[in-house]
Each structure stands twice: as structure tokens, then as C-alpha cells.
């Protein structure tokens, strides 16, 4: 891969910012669809590729402003429905960071679950009531991260695909 021609160094940046959107998905602190959709847009407005790339662009906008309005809107009704408040989320979120940087890796999914528990515990008052609850958080978890997974892998096969017609 020869870096000094400029398509070829654009579309090495587009595929960098969506490899490290995608490992934004499992890692805090990184807007992983607005990376994906950034890298996208680079290799649109500076890439060869004709009318496609706009194309391409187009969807990955659609899968970008999708996934992050169903990531938010389809786990959050479910969360209403069986009674977990969005404190308890919040506080998994801080302890699921904090854990990540004390326990590298594994500390984000067991610091957002013992984070869920101690909320439910303190709003229940009950250490066997907040036991539901904390499922229930982490099925939510689960199922965002999936949206956003889903719509982040669109977005890069959509990419590949217009790198290929080009």
C-alpha cells in the first residue's frame, strides 16, 4: 500500500476511524456510530468513487442517526416497563467506567453490574428485590450494545461495498 497516493491514504483514515468506532462500542469514552459515520464522510468528500460515495454516505447516515435513536428509545422503554429507574443505569455506567480502569476490560461489565445492584439495593431496601432489577439493566445493556453493533457493521459493509464499486 503505497501512503503517498491520496485515495489510498483516505480510504486507509476512513477504514482506521471506523475500525476505532467499532472498538467504541465495548470501550468508554468513544462515539463509536459518530466515528464510524465521520470515517464514511472523510472517504466521501476526499475519495475517488463517483456518484456511489454519496450513496454510501446517505446510508450510513441513516444507520447512524437509526442506530443511535433505537439504541436509546427500545432498551429505555423496556427498562420503564419493569420498573428500573434511570439512577440505577446511571450509577451502573459510573461504576462500569470506574471498573474498567481498576479491573482492565472485565471491570466495565462487572462495575456496571455491581453499580445497578447497590442502586437497586439502596431504592429497594432489599438485596434479594434488586436482583430482578439488575437483570433487567443488563438485558437493556446488552440489547443497546447490539443495536449499536448492528448499525456500526452496516455501516461498514456499506463503506466496503462502495469501496468496491469504485
Do not use: Q, Y
Not at 107 to 130: C, I, K, M, Q
Amino acid at each position: 500500500m503505497d501512503l503517498t497516493e491520496t485515495h489510498t491514504l483516505v480510504n486507509f483514515l476512513a477504514g482506521l476511524c471506523i475500525v476505532v468506532g467499532l472498538a467504541g462500542i465495548v470501550l468508554p469514552g468513544l462515539p463509536a456510530l459518530p466515528l464510524c459515520w465521520l470515517g464514511v464522510l472523510v472517504w466521501a468528500v476526499f475519495g475517488a468513487g463517483g456518484w456511489g460515495r454519496w450513496l454510501v454516505l446517505g446510508v450510513a447516515t441513516v444507520l447512524a442517526v437509526g442506530g443511535t435513536v433505537v439504541k436509546f428509545a427500545w432498551p429505555g422503554r423496556a427498562l420503564k416497563r419493569t420498573g428500573v429507574p434511570t439512577l440505577s443505569m446511571v450509577a451502573g455506567g459510573v461504576l462500569g467506567i470506574v471498573g474498567f480502569f481498576v479491573v482492565p476490560v472485565i471491570g466495565l461489565p462487572l462495575g456496571f453490574v455491581l453499580g445497578v445492584w447497590l442502586a437497586e439495593w439502596a431504592r429497594l431496601g432489599d438485596s434479594r428485590l434488586a436482583w430482578p432489577s439488575t437483570k433487567h439493566a443488563v438485558k437493556a445493556a446488552g440489547l443497546a450494545i447490539l443495536i449499536e453493533l448492528g448499525a456500526g457493521l452496516g455501516i461498514a459493509v456499506a463503506w466496503m461495498f462502495g469501496l468496491a464499486l469504485a
